[in-house]
């Protein structure tokens, strides 16, 4: 198993451009996530998706779109860049929704915006 | 407003001793609690979690501590070793409206472990 894999690794964009993240997983989980790090803050929820087709609003969804059309992928998508979207950006699967959903992790993509 | 905090952003150990690192939480309704650890250029794993019926929890030479009076958990890693260096996140479990699940994660605390 690949476990939840992430691309680009690195990106640099200029203020206006768009980009999409991706995000796949091969451990058939219901659950995805989109989260971001700054720079000595913890991990904020962009957008979640509960399964194919439903996705919702973390914290701090303003500035990105979603899709969910299979389960294994879940890409990020940014319209128009700006420089606070600048941050490393985690995808992360879990099996169920409930309490104890371990959550498992991408490497990050690491996003600047200049 | 930070619901759950890492008032300590690093930590260094000398290794075979004793690693503490807190986390203090302000919502009561909190019922469950995790620790992952990152590396560098990785994403965080998990490590060990709690339930809020308990008060401990062991593996190997991990441990979680819960005192739910004082909205405080600890993590303690004995012993030490170099290879524990990382980020270590401690992430609270809230229940939304619709019923699933989220996690509240602190700003992490890097802990370095001296040879």
């Known amino acids: 198993n690949a476990g939840v894999t992430q691309t680009p690794k690195f990106r640099i964009l200029k203020i206006g451009q768009s980009m999409t993240l991706q995000c796949a997983q091969d451990?058939?989980?219901?659950?995805m996530y989109w989260y971001r790090q700054d720079p000595g803050m913890g991990l904020k929820l962009i957008y979640y998706s509960v399964g194919a087709g439903i996705t919702d609003k973390g914290e701090v969804p303003n500035g990105y779109n979603v899709s969910r059309s299979t389960t294994e992928d879940f890409p990020l998508r940014l319209e128009l860049a700006a420089p606070s979207q600048t941050s490393v950006y985690f995808c992360a699967s879990s099996y169920t929704g409930g309490t104890y959903n371990e959550q498992f992790f991408g490497p990050g993509t690491r996003l600047t915006v200049l | 407003d930070q619901q759950v905090k890492q008032n300590s952003p690093s930590l260094s150990v000398q290794e075979g001793r004793i690693s503490i690192l807190n986390c203090d939480y302000t919502?009561?309704?909190?019922?469950?609690f995790l620790w992952y650890k990152k590396y560098p250029a990785e994403g965080p794993t998990f490590l060990i979690s709690i339930s809020s019926i308990k008060d401990k929890n062991e593996d190997g030479r991990f441990t979680v501590f819960l005192n739910k009076s004082a909205k405080h958990l600890s993590l303690h890693i004995v012993p030490s070793q170099p290879g524990d260096s990382a980020v270590y996140f401690c992430a609270a479990s809230e229940r939304r409206s619709s019923g699933t699940y989220k996690y509240i994660f602190g700003t992490g605390t890097r802990l370095k472990v001296l040879a």
């Open positions: 919502n009561s309704m909190f019922d469950y």
């Open positions: 451990m058939n989980h219901n659950y």
